[in-house]
């Protein structure tokens, strides 16, 4: 069973061409930046023991996170745009969502955790590093992946026995769980309903629940601390950039018009490329160590 998947261009050969080939540029430029943009924050987080703190290791996770995002489903999008028929297999469509499930979920409890992190930082600055020590760290990422695993599992073996028969293209960039499940023969109301529980609900409470923290967090700080304040207001960019299109996405599966395609591209290309623009634009310290890295690196490329 191969699924076809398409994108809804005007009829004329030579506008369809056109369009691809920019797209192909653009998707291309945005992912290279992105990937190149988190790699260097991982990096610069390992190497600068400045940056050896718990804010900067979970920093360093999203930046690795958001790697994975782009990175499981873009390049074939890309390359796919200069290839005249799209067509992605059932297990290749079942592995794609998986994956993108995982480094979802697991990136929405990271973003939990960082709140948490910026909670204890701000209202208990005495005993932060005490609370927030090495070892606490290792088992929140643990737990952190092992609930995006989790998240991605309970939905993936409910889809993957579905029967499938005739209707075989997907009008998206590529597979995930609303469209995938209306290829399928029988009737998904159920099914439908468990992803936009696991997904959208979860999503639209989560992002509920931060938003409202980071506010009270907001409070707090106003007039005590602009460091603090511009670092909170850097969390609260990614978190409406990540949690946006999720929860249209899922709470909306059946949307006809097109602005869950964008919104879903959003996610893949351009947040992975905005997440570490805004953590580095919004924190000096971060573009203090990007600069001590990028002269040691030029500085070893001289020597050899």
């Not at 005007?10 to 930046?33: D, E, K, N």
């Not at 745009?81 to 297999?89: A, C, Y």
């Not at 623009?277 to 310290?285: L, P, W």
């Amino acid at each position: 069973f191969m699924i076809l998947y398409h994108l809804s261009f005007p009829p004329s050969f030579t506008t369809f061409l056109q369009i691809c080939i920019v797209l192909f540029l653009v998707f291309s430029m945005f992912y290279v930046a992105g990937v190149l943009g988190n790699f260097l924050v991982v990096l610069t987080v390992i190497a600068d023991p400045h940056l050896h703190s718990p804010m900067y290791f979970l920093l360093a996770n999203l930046s690795f996170i958001d790697m994975c995002v782009s990175s499981i489903t873009v390049p074939k999008m890309i390359s796919d745009l200069l290839k005249e028929r799209k067509v992605i297999s059932l297990q290749g469509c079942i592995a794609q969502m998986f994956f993108i499930h995982v480094s979802g979920g697991t990136e929405m409890v990271l973003l939990i955790v960082m709140a948490y992190d910026r909670y204890i930082a701000i209202c208990k600055p005495l005993h932060y590093l005490t609370i927030m020590n090495p070892r606490t760290c290792i088992l929140l990422l643990v737990v952190t992946w092992t609930i995006g695993i989790m998240h991605s599992l309970i939905q993936i073996v409910f889809v993957a026995n579905l029967q499938f028969c005739g209707h075989s293209e997907v009008d998206s960039f590529y597979c995930d769980l609303p469209r995938f499940i209306k290829l399928a023969c029988t009737v998904t109301y159920r099914l439908d309903l468990m992803v936009t529980a696991n997904s959208g609900f979860i999503s639209l409470g989560t992002f509920i629940t931060l938003m409202v923290s980071y506010a009270l967090m907001l409070v707090t700080v106003w007039q005590h601390s602009s460091g603090a304040l511009s670092t909170l207001s850097a969390h609260i960019s990614v978190v409406v950039l990540f949690f946006g299109p999720l929860i249209f996405v899922y709470t909306w599966p059946s949307s006809t018009i097109h602005l869950d395609k964008f919104l879903a591209i959003f996610d893949a290309v351009f947040t992975p490329f905005l997440n570490p623009v805004i953590y580095t634009f919004r924190n000096q310290e971060m573009k203090m160590a990007m600069k001590r890295v990028c002269r040691q690196l030029l500085s070893y490329t001289k020597i050899s």
